[in-house]
Structures are given as structure tokens and as C-alpha cells.
């Protein structure tokens, strides 16, 4: 009877530590700048027309869901575990569908498209902002210590910079998070050492 021999080990490679998000994917990056020529003759004449029916729509439909809300708060009331999936089906409807698109062309992008400091500067005074209120709230109000940032905010300077800037201040990245459309970020209560 003989022993199964076990083959020699190779010499185990360092592990590479993960690479966060931002700093090598140029996906994190900054928006491609618009051209002044599409910018004035073509997305502002689009956004005068359809932002307003765009508004006009999901105001209806925020109309529509908020007139079935008292029904559907009776069935959460019979059906135990039925809150979870009403919560979730008002967030899927009008949280997916943002109050002013990334196509739209609002005031600051016309004539500030591709001035990275501008860019940079708002959003430190809002990521700032937003590190002062999670800090000093009583911790009752958990949407206190959330912060979500729209692609159109932070367009000029890239996620990346964003979230270099938030872990700074103790923010993380939250799930359901997009580059190039939506940063959602979560503070985890602790002061700055």
C-alpha cells in the first residue's frame, strides 16, 4: 500500500490587497467636457422642450403612487412583512427617475462645462457640509449621515475625486453606486481624529 504523494507547493505569491474604485478605472473619472456647439444648439433647445413634459410626468406619477399609498398602507397593515416591498417599490419608481436628467442642461453646465476647479470646489463645500451635519446630529435621524451625489454634480471632476475626498471625512461607498450616474455614500457617525 503506498501513500498518496502530495505534489511540491509553489511559493505562494504575495496577496495583492483590493484596489479601490476610482483610482484605476477610468470609469472614475471626469465626464467627457460637451461641446459649446452641442451644449447651446442642441441639448438647451431639447431641455426647453422636455424638461417641463418630463416634470409634467413625474409629477403624475408621483401623483398616481401617492393616491394608491393609503390603500397600499392598508394592506401593509393586514399583510405583515408588506412594508418592506412597498418601501421598495416607490424607491424603484420615483428614485430611478431623477427630477432633472443627466441629459438636461442646466444654467451652471452651460457655463461651466470642463472647469475642473469649480467642479472640484462644489463639491468639497457640499461633501463638507454634509460631514458637519453627520457629525453633530443626535444620531435619530439616520438619513442625517446619507448622501447621495447625481452624476450632473460632480460631473468636471470624476467620482474618483469624490470618493478619494469622502473616505477622507469618513464616508463609504454604498451599494447601488454608479460612476457615471449616481454616488451614494454613507458616513459612519464618528468625528475626524
Same mark, same amino acid.
Given at each position: ?14 496577496? %495583492?490587497?483590493? @484596489? ?17 456647439? &452641442? ?11 422636455? *424638461?417641463? *413634459? ?11 403612487? $401617492? ?6 398602507? &392598508? ?14 417599490? !416607490? ?10 436628467? *443627466?441629459?438636461?442642461? @442646466?444654467?451652471?453646465? &452651460?457655463?461651466? =462645462?470642463?472647469? @475642473? =476647479? $469649480? $467642479?472640484?470646489?462644489? %463639491?468639497?463645500?457640499? %461633501? ?20 447621495? !451625489? ?10 474618483? /475625486? ?9 464616508? @463609504?461607498?454604498?451599494?447601488?453606486? /454608479? ?5 451614494? *455614500?454613507? /458616513? ?6
Amino acid at each position: 500500500m503506498s501513500t498518496p504523494s502530495t505534489p511540491p507547493s509553489a511559493p505562494s505569491a504575495p496577496a %495583492v490587497p483590493p @484596489t479601490r474604485p476610482g483610482l484605476d478605472d477610468p470609469a472614475w473619472g471626469p465626464l467627457p467636457a460637451r461641446s459649446a456647439a &452641442l451644449r447651446w444648439l442642441v441639448l438647451l433647445p431639447l431641455t426647453l422642450v422636455f *424638461l417641463p *413634459l418630463w416634470w409634467v410626468v413625474w409629477l403624475l406619477l408621483a401623483f398616481c403612487l $401617492y393616491c394608491v399609498a393609503p390603500f397600499a398602507e &392598508l394592506f401593509v397593515l393586514l399583510v405583515p412583512r408588506a412594508e418592506r416591498g412597498a418601501v421598495r417599490m !416607490l424607491d424603484a419608481t420615483l428614485g430611478r427617475m431623477p427630477f432633472v436628467p *443627466l441629459w438636461c442642461v @442646466t444654467p451652471v453646465s &452651460l457655463t461651466r =462645462e470642463g472647469d @475642473t =476647479e $469649480y $467642479y472640484r470646489a462644489r %463639491v468639497d463645500r457640499r %461633501v463638507e457640509k454634509a460631514t458637519r451635519r453627520a457629525e453633530t446630529s443626535s444620531g435619530f435621524r439616520p438619513w442625517d449621515r446619507e448622501l447621495v !451625489l447625481r452624476a450632473r454634480f460632480f460631473r468636471g471632476v470624476g467620482a474618483g /475625486h469624490v470618493l478619494r475626498m469622502a473616505e477622507e471625512r469618513n464616508w @463609504t461607498l454604498q451599494p447601488r453606486s /454608479h460612476p457615471r450616474r449616481r454616488l451614494r *455614500l454613507r /458616513h459612519s457617525g464618528r468625528a475626524r481624529a
